[in-house]
């Protein structure tokens, strides 16, 4: 301290060199973290859709995902890998190729990913034309500066990085479904403000129910996504989510699924969340940072989930977003896993109607979702918050 420092202004330049590294770079301060975990048990979970589709091959996306984590390829390129069959795969209706469409008929895909080890992040949003948008979002992240491209650039940019672009990524599949969505309703997306408090919205969830019991769209599929994540036997955590978002969506909507924080969360020391289901809802809640900072502070995946649920459930005060009793009237599902291999599934409804003959269960309306560990992969019944089934009389 030279004579003319003060005793304050001493603290506060030793405090500084302390935090500066040996590159000089300063440091940030580091986030309290009470998980860490060298010798993790190796886990990818995934919605249900995960232990699914296999796109004509022999493996689910959470069997390939796994098999490559735990032969050493890099934590979050094997979660892409899992989720790129489903993408590819024509009969999923919700993600990529073949997705539901928007209200112009035009496929438009969100998605995102982040690298705990590398904290790292890159996503897409409103992207036409590529079948892969997680790819996309991956060499957003290992390319850019930049975590999250839309539209347009989004596509110029995959055009630059090699990707294949198509005019048209509907399937004859999604085509008619849309075809019939435009028999059946004229579209009324944008609502009145002066409307809100009247308006019951019943009229799109009567629309969709009729379609998924005339079988023209699978029925979990209005919402569609996928999301994966997982960690190996290193502690190294990722996730990834992706989607065609919200079927016949007005045009340019992006849903949770490409925003970090919403759609998916990862803090490499901490854990990993992601959702499936109405997206407007965790938009409003950036549910995956909290149930990421709910572990932090060490709370089981379940906890953190429920916690999350808690938070939607008491935000959501429109009444054309509620059941007659008050609770909401959407399901969303958050997938969460800790660096310790410790994960949970958890549903707003355990029990929803849109569930029957999804992915293949026809054991009635249990919400699921795809797990796997060195036991195999699994389609297990996720836990729900509000006892019940969402479309049961409230
Ligand atoms: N969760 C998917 C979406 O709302 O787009």
Redesign the pocket.
Known sequence: MTPRQSRRAFMKTTTLAAAVSPLGAVAAPAAPSIIRSRTARPVVIASANGNFHKNGGSKTCVELAFERLTSGTDILESLIAGVNLVELDPEDTSVGYGGLPNADGVVQL?ACCMHGPKKRAGGVAALEGVRTPSLVAHAVMEHTDHHLLVGRGAQEFARNMGFTIEADLNTEKSRKAWLEWKRQTDPKHYLRPEDRKTSAHVDHQRILRRLIADGVIPSRHY???IHCNGVNAQGDVAGVTT?S??AWKIPGRV???PILGA?LYVDGTVGAAG??????A?LFNLSSHLIVESMRQGRHPKDACLEALRRIRSNTIERRLRKPNGDPNFNITFYAINARGEHAAVAMYAEDDNERGWAGQTDGRRVRYALCTEEGPKTLPCEGLIPGALQDPA
């Open positions: 969100d919402w569609g996504t989607t978002g919200l849903g949770d699924s759609g959702s499936t289901g109405r997206g407007e965790n």
